[in-house]
């Protein structure tokens, strides 16, 4: 079965950190591309950063930029978002989504979707 599983969500404080982390089985992960996205209430799901089958990270919001790094570890199968410097405009649900070949901006490309975990940056 197919799992992909977000965890590290939490209440933290403008200028705290955060890492979270995206749990995959049932799939070969090192043939699939990582995705970050988030969506808050009342607004459309955006990427926020995604990194490629070899590793390469690409951040696709300019407004994490320089806070936010992606990266991954294949011999766990699981991928991360450190996030650092965070803001209340952060605060959404943070879903991993899984994509083979490649990285995309477009979340309807991804084959597969964790549940999402909740980050709320209080300011």
């Known amino acids: 079965e197919v799992q992909v599983v977000e965890s590290g969500g939490e209440l933290v404080q403008a200028g705290g950190s955060l890492r979270l982390s995206c749990a995959v089985s049932?799939?070969?992960?090192?043939?699939?591309?990582i995705g970050w996205f988030r969506q808050a209430p009342g607004k459309e799901r955006e990427v926020v950063s995604c990194?490629?089958?070899?590793?390469?990270?690409?951040n696709f919001s300019d407004s994490v930029k320089g806070r936010f790094t992606i990266s991954r570890d294949n011999a766990k199968n699981t991928a991360y978002l450190q996030m650092n410097n965070l803001k209340p405009e952060d605060t959404a649900t943070y879903y991993c989504?899984?994509?083979?070949?490649?990285?995309?901006?477009?979340?309807?490309?991804?084959?597969?979707w964790g549940q999402g975990t909740q980050v709320t940056v209080s300011s």
């Open positions: 989504a899984v994509r083979r070949r490649g990285c995309s901006g477009m979340h309807s490309l991804y084959d597969y």
């Open positions: 049932g799939f070969t992960f090192d043939e699939h591309a």
């Open positions: 990194i490629s089958i070899v590793g390469a990270p690409l």
